[in-house]
């Protein structure tokens, strides 16, 4: 299948979860056994039927305000996501969202400047020239997807390095060790740069984390009679998407399929130029294009 | 809940509904409807599967949804009998364990086939009983049509023979329908243990 033609545009992804961990568990004995408990491991297998084996998403946070089209603003997060269906394993590759790029079409810019100029396909397509590898879905969430996806799934635990805190989205700070977060200081913990001290490659990071805080609220909830069905249905009524209910629910279960054990995650790293009197981060290309070799084929990153 | 029940009562609907699946199928693996009907040495009086509703996501009419179970309790219950308690034992060749997959879960499926299939005990296996199995659906619906599935089964069976075992199989299908309509398993969360 191109993978080109494979492009969609989404605006939340609140998907669900199933796998159960490897796990010893005591059970009671066979009645012909004389022993009073047994220790049994439970064999367990787990797949899904998803072409490629390895799905890359990319997620973009758009930053739309209200009333604006989340596909014609900027990229605040930019996370190249791949999904290994076979294995569990998942890469995030995050982008900072300041990379000067060569944009098709358009000459140097921003990267995040491909969603506005042209939509989820540019954004994929810068991506691809920096990282070497084509998205086969893109998500695009406004901060509200983002907020309301976090509450419906219950909230979110994250684990943070650094405390910080952001004057306008979170005056109240987020204390560094596990951090408890609903949807909008979800939010706001993706959001914040200014107080960051590596400012937009740290922001990328939180961006991770805030999404393997999510990945691990679904698999908690994943045998709950519903979930993934719940999750779908809000993506399908939330959601600009060229995606049917069918295919929405495969890749929701391709998602499911990932284990937080499994999930490796790196920023492309720069230095910060000037442009145009403009700050900008200039990306270490060949680092992008290692960590895309890398995680291309199994969704595993062996070092940043 | 919602629930509708699939026994005995239902067996002729199922049938029908299942030989009317299978009339469209052809050659691939996973296009075979259930080939593991109990035969000689096999089980005595085999466990009906009780199919039940689950959760509904989507808009969905109470008999459009009872007919959807109707459709998948089949499928289910045919990997079932193509892969543990079904055939005659002792048995050695599972090939056609997998009726109702999708091609690239059968492939997945074979990978896993020691877990998915009675093959490891099956040449020590004199009968199988099963003892019960249970799916309940939960179907996402969109535009008054299901659109995926998740069937969270239990299937409890018994073997007889040099080691005999009381065994669950326990877990998710997932599912969606093919091009020609027909609800096949495209991927799965299986567990077995002994009971």
């Given at each position: 299948m191109n993978a080109r033609s494979l492009i969609r545009r989404c605006g939340?992804?609140?998907?669900?979860?199933?796998?159960?961990?490897?796990?010893?568990?005591?059970?009671?004995?066979?009645?012909?056994?004389?022993?009073?408990?047994?220790?049994?491991?439970?064999?367990?297998a787990h797949g899904v039927d998803l072409s490629p084996d390895v799905v890359w998403i990319l997620a973009l946070g758009s930053?739309?305000?209200?009333?604006?089209?989340?596909?014609?603003?900027?990229?605040?997060?930019?996370?190249?996501?791949?999904?290994?269906?076979?294995?569990?394993?998942?890469?995030?590759?995050?982008?900072?969202?300041?990379?000067?790029?060569?944009?098709?079409?358009?000459?140097?810019?921003?990267?995040?400047?491909?969603?506005?100029?042209?939509?989820?396909?540019?954004?994929?397509?810068?991506?691809?020239?920096?990282?070497?590898?084509?998205?086969?879905?893109?998500?695009?969430?406004?901060?509200?997807?983002?907020?309301?996806?976090?509450?419906?799934i219950g909230g979110i635990t994250v684990d943070n390095p650094?405390?910080?805190?952001?004057?306008?989205?979170?005056?109240?700070?987020?204390?560094?060790?596990?951090?408890?977060?609903?949807?909008?200081?979800?939010?706001?913990?993706?959001?914040?740069?200014?107080?960051?001290?590596?400012?937009?490659?740290d922001r990328s990071a939180n961006q991770q984390r805030t999404l393997m805080g999510i990945l691990k609220k679904i698999r908690k909830r994943h045998d709950q009679p519903g979930f993934i069905e719940m999750?779908?249905?809000?993506?399908?009524?939330?959601?600009?998407?060229?995606?049917?209910?069918?295919?929405?629910?495969?890749?929701?279960?391709?998602?499911?399929?990932?284990?937080?054990?499994?999930?490796?995650?790196c920023v492309v790293q720069g230095g910060i130029g000037n442009v145009g009197g403009a700050s900008v981060v200039l990306p270490d290309r060949a680092l992008a294009t290692r960590l895309g070799n890398e995680a291309r084929k199994d969704a595993t990153l062996e070092r940043c | 809940m919602d629930t509708t029940r699939v026994g005995a009562r239902a067996g002729a609907?199922?049938?029908?509904?299942?030989?009317?699946?299978?009339?469209?199928?052809?050659?691939?693996?996973?296009?075979?409807?259930?080939?593991?009907?109990?035969?000689?040495?096999?089980?005595?009086?085999?466990?009906?599967?009780?199919?039940?509703?689950?959760?509904?996501?989507?808009?969905?009419?109470?008999?459009?949804?009872?007919?959807?179970?109707?459709?998948?309790?089949?499928?289910?219950?045919?990997?079932?009998?193509?892969?543990?308690?079904?055939?005659?034992?002792?048995?050695?060749?599972?090939?056609?364990?997998?009726?109702g997959f999708t091609p690239g879960a059968v492939k997945d499926a074979r990978k896993d086939i020691a877990l998915m299939t009675n093959v490891q005990s099956g040449a020590d296996i004199t009968s199988v009983t099963t003892d019960d199995k249970t799916v309940a659906v939960d179907l996402l619906a969109a535009k008054q049509k299901a659109a995926g599935a998740t069937a969270r089964f239990t299937l409890d069976f018994t073997t007889a023979g040099t080691a005999p075992e009381e065994v669950r199989v326990k877990g998710q299908l997932f599912l969606t329908r093919d091009t020609k309509n027909r609800w096949r398993i495209f991927g799965y969360n299986v567990t077995r243990s002994i009971r």
């Open positions: 939340k992804l609140a998907a669900l979860a199933a796998v159960l961990a490897g796990t010893f568990v005591i059970v009671p004995g066979p009645s012909a056994a004389p022993a009073q408990s047994v220790l049994v491991k439970v064999d367990q930053d739309a305000r209200p009333g604006e089209k989340i596909v014609k603003s900027r990229a605040d997060a930019i996370q190249l996501v791949g999904i290994n269906t076979k294995t569990g394993a998942a890469a995030a590759i995050g982008v900072p969202r300041d990379s000067y790029v060569p944009i098709t079409g358009v000459g140097s810019e921003r990267i995040n400047a491909s969603l506005y100029y042209g939509g989820p396909q540019l954004m994929a397509n810068s991506i691809r020239n920096l990282i070497g590898i084509e998205p086969d879905y893109v998500v695009v969430t406004g901060f509200s997807g983002l907020i309301n996806m976090v509450n419906d650094v405390a910080f805190s952001d004057e306008n989205l979170a005056p109240q700070g987020f204390p560094q060790g596990r951090v408890k977060l609903n949807g909008f200081e979800a939010m706001a913990f993706s959001r914040t740069r200014h107080s960051l001290l590596r400012g937009d490659f999750g779908v249905r809000t993506v399908i009524g939330h959601t600009d998407t060229n995606l049917s209910p069918a295919e929405l629910f495969k890749l929701a279960q391709a998602v499911a399929q990932v284990d937080p054990a499994k999930v490796t995650d | 609907v199922l049938a029908c509904l299942t030989l009317l699946l299978a009339s469209a199928c052809s050659g691939s693996d996973s296009d075979k409807e259930p080939a593991g009907t109990p035969t000689g040495s096999s089980s005595a009086e085999p466990a009906a599967l009780e199919a039940t509703l689950g959760k509904v996501e989507g808009r969905l009419k109470p008999a459009a949804a009872a007919a959807e179970v109707a459709a998948i309790g089949p499928v289910v219950d045919g990997w079932f009998d193509a892969a543990y308690v079904g055939g005659k034992f002792p048995r050695t060749d599972f090939g056609d364990a997998f009726p």
